[in-house]
């Protein structure tokens, strides 16, 4: 008998993770393709594999629900003896009853509102599961049938299994993704379908469905959707409830007074069909999601329907008169914390907005193949594992962020605006401290190039992780190792600045965070940035001559000195001593990019000082708007 490699991998990808309308999607469905794929890895395990990646240190790692996470591609060596097949249909059933519990058990919530004919259509049909090996004849050939068993299983998914589809006409399809029919159950019309559903949703307000499910107008789910939504009573934080953490921490931290306001506004949300929990995230002051502190949300959903033929089917329809009620006494005391007449507090509105974290390894696969033995991989798995523990801990712990998934060397995760470049500065060097030791065929070591987004809580989910890929990618150009910064504002034209990791004081997100604190001392001028904007336009327009160093020297001069003249225009409320720091920084512009790259820094940068001053409890204004060039 000969010894083999195994690699597996488990799917869909899209429909687990990517199709998501609310954070809860994201989140469970990144945990379910996980749990399925450590099922999956525990059954190669039991069967005798010797497990590469995921490399757990016991095998309660691969325990159900553990804090392992797992990602979708596993790998094994497989000793004399053992049958490659035999162990991938071990593994390959493994992943499906793990599937099959998690759907039943959404199955079992939702009850009478699932079409059961749809469903059991669709329960057998949802996990892909591809698996190739190859020989190893001996440990000094590893490196060779590596390569060789990852071009085999690359091959085996482009000749997936094309099963015929069975569709249901006149059935909708699922809102997140458009692949399948809603499990829904549906009536000859609208008016009838949202008649039943809302029937039977009231019918289960005691078990919380509504609450979980939280559908939309017109929205459908088929079996993926319903498994998300409905197989755990583990809530997720929403982006409103991050957006608002630094407004909520800053009360807490000048306590009183308003402390005490905000935890009634808690109180009052305390078994509320309209406050969604928060799981593990949030649990101090305010464990809630934290749409009732935006006055304008809190008004939408004290709207009340006018009549049944104008219920859309929104969760928010199915509130009680009690409800509405608990939302006027919030929306009192949410007036007495926010207002700043009247005898108000003046904390005004949380910030609306908050960042996006995409991170995402450079050189994994180059520096894999360079790896000679099984032994050193498992080494190499084992560190991308501690790297995924302790990101849980950098953006939970320490930055009050809430991780959606880290499995080896992928990060998703929101965070607050104020912490967002320190947990992305964490995040990094913690990926590099761990995993130095190893170099590809050039010699480079693994590195980590971050994506940070900061938009609107209320854009779009779907829309704002589009952003947050873009944003991932372009950290990762020309040179990897890269942190790119990107702010999104609802209505305006993107600002997106990007350079590589640096150690100097004057790398990135430290510039960005001391633009920050000039703007929390007013030594900015609030149209600066307009000043600048409008000499890189004046400048586009001419063509200036730079083929040599004098040339170059004088239209940096050049630039500099105009520069300075319309920033000394607009001085800011702490005269000559903050325009001193701003002449500084502005004296190593070199080129009309620079004048840009500066001009964009001043905007985004404005944005992370609101959230800093909120966590302060000392609210900040934006006085001024970003404008497109």
Not at 46 to 73: R, Y
Not at 383 to 398: D, K, P, W, Y
Request: with cysteine.
């Amino acid at each position: 008998m000969t010894a083999h490699l195994l690699a597996i991998a488990i799917g869909p990808v899209q429909a687990f993770i990517a199709a998501a309308r609310r954070t809860r999607d994201l989140w469970f469905g990144s945990l379910l393709l996980s749990e399925i794929s450590k099922a999956a890895a525990r059954a190669v395990s039991t069967a005798g594999g010797q497990l590469i990646f995921p490399a757990p240190h016991a095998l309660d790692d691969l325990k159900k629900e553990s804090q392992f996470n797992v990602a979708n591609v596993i790998m094994a060596e497989l000793s004399e003896g053992l049958t490659p097949n035999a162990v991938k249909e071990s593994a390959e059933d493994a992943a499906k009853a793990c599937w099959q519990s998690y759907a039943e058990e959404a199955r079992s919530v939702a009850g009478e509102l699932i079409d059961p004919n749809i469903w059991n259509g669709q329960i057998d049909d949802v996990i892909e599961f591809y698996a190739a090996w190859t020989p190893l004849k001996s440990s000094d050939q590893y490196r060779h049938a590596r390569q060789r068993l990852m071009r085999l299983l690359a091959g085996r998914k482009a000749l997936r299994n094309f099963r015929p589809a069975h569709g249901h006409a006149g059935v909708p399809k699922s809102s997140l993704d458009g692949a399948r029919e809603t499990v829904l159950v549906c009536e000859s019309n609208q008016h009838d379908t949202r008649n039943r559903r809302r029937s039977i949703l009231r019918k289960n307000e005691n078990d919380g469905l509504a609450q979980r499910l939280r559908l939309s107008a017109g929205e459908e789910l088929d079996i993926i959707g319903i498994t998300k939504r409905a197989a755990t009573k583990e809530a997720f934080a929403s982006v409103v409830r991050v957006a608002a953490d630094p407004w909520i921490r800053g009360i807490k931290a000048r306590s009183g007074e308003a402390e005490n306001t905000l935890r009634q506004i808690a109180d009052q949300c305390k078994g509320a069909a309209f406050a969604t929990g928060t799981g593990r995230h949030y649990s101090g002051i305010f464990p809630f999601d934290g749409s009732v502190l935006y006055p304008s949300r809190l008004q939408s959903m004290l709207r009340v329907p006018r009549g049944t033929e104008h219920d859309t089917g929104a969760f928010d329809d199915l509130f009680s008169e009690s409800d509405r009620e608990t939302l006027k006494s919030i929306q009192a005391l949410l007036g007495k914390l926010q207002k700043r007449t009247d005898g108000g507090m003046g904390y005004g509105e949380p910030d609306p907005y908050f960042a996006i974290l995409v991170a995402d390894g450079d050189r994994i696969g180059k520096t894999i193949s360079n790896i000679g033995s099984a032994v050193e991989h498992r080494k190499f798995s084992q560190n991308l594992a501690a790297f995924a523990g302790q990101a849980r801990h950098i953006v939970e712990e320490s930055h009050h962020g809430c991780l959606v998934y880290s499995g080896g060397d992928d990060v998703l995760a929101f965070v607050p605006v104020d912490q967002s470049l320190d947990c992305a500065r964490r995040l990094h060097d913690q990926f590099h401290a761990l995993l130095s030791a190893w170099r590809d065929d050039a010699g480079n070591s693994p590195t980590l190039s971050v994506g940070l987004v900061i938009g609107h809580c209320m854009e779009p989910l779907e829309d704002l992780l589009e952003y947050g890929r873009t944003a991932e990618k372009a950290a990762k150009e020309p040179d990897r190792n890269g942190i790119a910064v990107h702010l999104h504002t609802r209505g305006g034209a993107s600002i997106q600045i990007r350079t590589q990791w640096s150690t100097d004081s004057d790398a990135l997100d430290k510039r960005l965070k001391k633009w920050a604190d000039m703007h929390r001392k007013d030594q900015i001028p609030d149209k600066a940035a307009y000043g600048l904007r409008e000499l890189v336009r004046d400048y586009k327009s001419e063509c200036w001559p730079t083929e040599t160093g004098k040339q170059s020297s004088a239209l940096a001069a050049a630039l500099q000195s105009d520069a300075l003249r319309r920033i000394k225009r607009k001085k800011g409320q702490q005269g000559d001593k903050g325009l001193m720091e701003l002449e500084r920084l502005l004296r190593t512009i070199a080129s009309v990019a620079d004048v840009r790259r500066v001009a964009n820094e001043i905007i985004l940068s404005r944005r992370i000082a609101v959230a800093l001053s909120q966590a302060e409890g000392r609210p900040m204004d934006l006085t001024f708007q970003e404008v497109s060039e």
